[in-house]
T-cell receptor, first 113, second 110 residues
Framework: QQQVKQSPQSLIVQKGGISIINCAYE??????FPWYQQFPGKGPALLIA?????SEKKEGRFTISFNKSAKQFSLHIMDSQPGDSATYFC????????????FGSGTQLTVLP | DVKVTQSSRYLVKRTGEKVFLECVQD?????MFWYRQDPGLGLRLIYF???????EKGDIPEGYSVSREKKERFSLILESASTNQTSMYLC?????????FGSGTRLTVV
């Protein structure tokens, strides 16, 4: 089974700090790497995504860093806010596949006020 | 935005019951998915459908079946519910890869 390994399982950060969540994958056919954010009582929602032709993508306070040779990618949340407290999932899928999306195990982020 | 609606937020069923979870999407997406979410295990794919009346098994199809009679509707069926099927069930739809998710159905089997 194709896997995406996500760490840490939980993360506590002070308001204003940087939250970092890491993911690693095995399958070199993966070429789409989204991150999903899930609030309690809601389904996951796409937060930001990257393809391996770039090493970094930034949207506001959220940045994905991608290391193709190491087969790793990470989510950085700058100036973390209590409203960022949620569960974050990384995911990966192969080129051209609208169907196959493998999720990481999730990270529960808590940002303390 | 994709709107995916799951008919029930919470369900409590007895062991052995046949359970139907319903999902409707309003974006005319070809692909629809059923996931199961458990703490520490992430989202695991149960079944997906890429067209009406078409279905494919995901990673954990045992104990489940699905039905897609109309493009907008995808049903998950637990033929004989068991306590190990107590979980959060998430429906999603997509056309090009990005999934839009429903809010989930928390199923408890007692």
């Amino acid at each position: 089974q194709q896997q995406v390994k996500q760490s840490p399982q939980s993360l506590i950060v002070q308001k204003g700090g940087i939250s970092i969540i890491n993911c690693a994958y095995e399958n070199t056919a993966f070429d789409y790497f989204p991150w999903y954010q899930q609030f309690p009582g809601k389904g996951p929602a796409l937060l930001i995504a990257i393809r391996p032709d770039v090493s970094e993508k930034k949207e506001g306070r959220f940045t994905i860093s991608f290391n193709k040779s190491a087969k790793q990618f990470s989510l950085h949340i700058m100036d973390s806010q209590p409203g960022d407290s949620a569960t974050y999932f990384c995911a990966a899928s192969p080129s051209g596949s609208a169907r196959q999306l493998t999720f990481g195990s999730g990270t529960q982020l808590t940002v303390l006020p | 935005d994709v709107k995916v609606t799951q008919s029930s937020r919470y369900l409590v069923k007895r062991t052995g019951e046949k359970v139907f979870l319903e999902c409707v999407q309003d974006m005319d997406h070809e692909n629809m998915f059923w996931y199961r979410q458990d703490p520490g295990l992430g989202l695991r794919l149960i079944y997906f459908s890429y067209d009406v009346k078409m279905k494919e098994k995901g990673d954990i199809p045992e104990g489940y079946s699905v039905s897609r009679e109309k493009k907008e509707r995808f049903s998950l069926i637990l033929e004989s519910a068991s306590t190990n099927q107590t979980s959060m069930y998430l429906c999603a739809s997509s056309s090009t890869g990005t999934r839009g998710f429903g809010s989930g159905t928390r199923l408890t089997v007692v």
